[in-house]
């Protein structure tokens, strides 16, 4: 059903279709996506319900103070759009409400696109992320580097953004519209570098532009036409495209700035040779089946992997080079919370948060629109909103929303199985502790396990920690970290007994080490 209050649109969904494009994809995949192929709309989830308002309200202030004419977001959450809304309107004559089919122009969110087809490549054996750019891209060639020792740019440079370009966010934004000749024109001449390739991050719309050449080049047909078949087809996401002036206009979110106080409409910049950086153009639901399938990579399992792209090389977009740095988490809670350690991955972000864990996440700015996306894989949610002012990213709503949903414990952790060799040494941890000595581990130590404390020394420290401790509850169950690691911490008379247990890489599995500690109660 639909219900509208002036220019917000609110969407909520009772059915979920199972399989788009006429049913056209292969039947594992839409099997696997079925809760994110949704025709209008989203189902709410109910647990997100008595957040809403809060949610709603952040939006709404963002929009507000960012002047913004329209505006989508959305909450995916265990493989399907638990929550969408559309406020304020997609264009300005007509002021057509914003809906969840509301077409917006992506920019640089666009590049994940890219960084997946590079890979996707790579399990073809089409190319190796090691390999010379130039090798697909002639005219690089004859490039003069900034030193006589600089490496030349590999493909993996480009995706990280350590190929020694210049921050081109204003100029290369404004490329989109090149033609394939200029950009060839372009390449043969040369750029001035910034830095030595491979010295440090520097973020490069350039650069993600020769991706989309070494696309084309490698798959023997357009990089367009390669993201279209290897990704947006497969996954259903029927609407969105990167010729934007093929697309249904009273679908489109027109782009526009704000200067002088008043609102002037952008351009409208057709295909070009910069695509492969920030081109693309998606409605909220089709991009919530992109980030469904993201999300559906972890945790790693057995079972079909039927997707697009392989669970593994999703993952990979993860792996960010070791240019860390400590950044500010994004939005209100950001002066309050811990640092983050950040790093660029393949394409997104890549960030530890104390609070949220593991997070992707990357804007889009471009003359007209401003967006955002942020997934937390730990927890199998992802946060998006797409605008249509000039610059205008969501990123601090989106923020703020998944801090909403971790202080109400609606985030909630895939914890890693307890294989059964770490349940098996568990149960012999509980024995140990019982008996006061380490009898019940005979034959089953590793070498180093005797070298670094002897049977007469854990009599003496077991004494000791049963003194302290008193009465224990031995049967909490352990916590894995690992299928070879896992922690534990027993309720005791006087406070927790606190422990590790950590498995040797031999064959059969023996103990490399275990750790006991008491806490006092207070």
Same mark, same amino acid.
């Given at each position: 059903m639909k219900k509208r209050l002036g220019h917000t649109t609110l969407f909520r969904f009772d059915k979920v279709r199972l399989c788009g494009m006429s049913c056209t994809m292969n039947r594992p995949l839409a099997l696997i996506l079925a809760a994110a192929l949704v025709s209008s709309g989203a189902v709410q989830a109910q647990s997100l319900n008595p957040l809403a308002p809060d949610i709603d309200a952040a939006f709404a202030k963002? /929009?507000?103070d960012a002047h913004v004419p329209g505006l989508v977001y959305g909450v995916v959450q265990d493989g399907k759009l638990s929550y969408v809304k559309g406020i304020g309107v997609q264009d300005l004559d007509a002021k057509r409400p914003v809906t969840p089919d509301t077409l917006f122009r992506i920019a640089s969110m666009t590049k +994940?696109? =890219?960084?997946?087809s590079i890979l996707s490549l790579r399990d073809k054996g089409k190319l190796r992320l090691d390999d010379?750019?130039? $090798?697909?891209?002639?005219e690089m060639k004859g490039w003069t580097y900034p030193t006589s020792d600089s490496p030349r740019i590999r493909i993996r440079d480009l995706l990280a953004?350590?190929? %020694?370009?210049? =921050?081109?966010?204003p100029w290369g934004d404004r490329q989109q519209i090149l033609s394939q000749e200029d950009f060839t024109k372009m390449l043969k001449a040369g750029v001035p570098f910034s830095r030595v390739p491979q010295t440090a991050h520097e973020y490069s719309n350039f650069g993600y532009a020769i991706l989309g050449r070494i696309i084309a080049k490698a798959s023997g047909m357009p990089y367009r036409t390669y993201v279209e078949r290897t990704l947006l087809t497969p996954l259903g996401t029927t609407s969105s495209g990167f010729e934007v002036i093929d697309a249904p206009k009273d679908r489109r979110a027109i782009g526009y700035r704000w200067e002088n106080d008043a609102w002037a409409e952008e351009p409208t910049m057709r295909d070009g040779a910069f695509n492969a950086m920030g081109g693309l153009q998606v409605s909220a639901n089709d991009y919530?089946? &992109?980030? #469904?399938?993201?999300?559906? +990579? &972890?945790?790693?399992r057995d079972g079909p992997d039927a997707g697009p792209v392989k669970r593994a090389t999703v993952r990979e977009v993860a792996q960010g080079l070791n240019f860390i740095s400590v950044a500010q988490r994004t939005g209100t809670s950001g002066p309050t919370a811990c640092r983050q350690a950040l790093a660029y991955g393949m394409a997104w972000r890549v960030a530890q948060d104390c609070d949220l864990g593991l997070t992707l996440a990357h804007g889009?700015?471009?003359?007209?629109? %401003?967006?955002h996306v942020m997934l937390m894989p730990d927890y199998g949610v992802?946060? !998006? #909103?797409?605008? $249509?002012? =000039?610059? #205008? %990213?969501p990123s601090a709503p989106a923020w703020d929303s998944a801090v909403l949903m971790h202080k109400a414990g609606l985030l909630k952790r895939t914890e890693p199985?307890?294989?059964? +060799?770490? +349940?098996? !040494?568990? %149960?012999? =941890?509980? /024995?140990v502790y019982a008996a006061g000595n380490i009898a019940s581990l005979e034959g089953r130590v590793a070498m180093n396990f005797p070298l670094d404390r002897t049977a007469e020394n854990w009599a003496k420290v077991l004494a000791d920690l049963k003194a302290k401790s008193g009465s224990c509850v031995t049967t909490t169950p352990i916590t894995a970290t690992g299928a070879m690691s896992g922690t534990f911490k027993w309720p005791c008379d006087k406070g927790d007994v606190q422990g590790q247990v950590l498995l040797a890489p031999t064959h059969p599995i023996t103990l490399q080490s275990l750790r006991f500690s008491f806490v006092a109660k207070p």
């Open positions: 963002f /929009q507000a +994940a696109f =890219t960084a997946l010379l750019a130039e $090798n697909y891209v002639p953004h350590v190929g %020694g370009f210049v =921050t081109d966010d919530a089946k &992109w980030i #469904a399938f993201l999300l559906s +990579a &972890w945790p790693p889009g700015g471009y003359p007209g629109y %401003g967006s992802g946060i !998006f #909103a797409l605008s $249509n002012r =000039t610059y #205008a %990213g199985p307890v294989s059964p +060799a770490l +349940a098996d !040494f568990y %149960g012999l =941890t509980g /024995q």
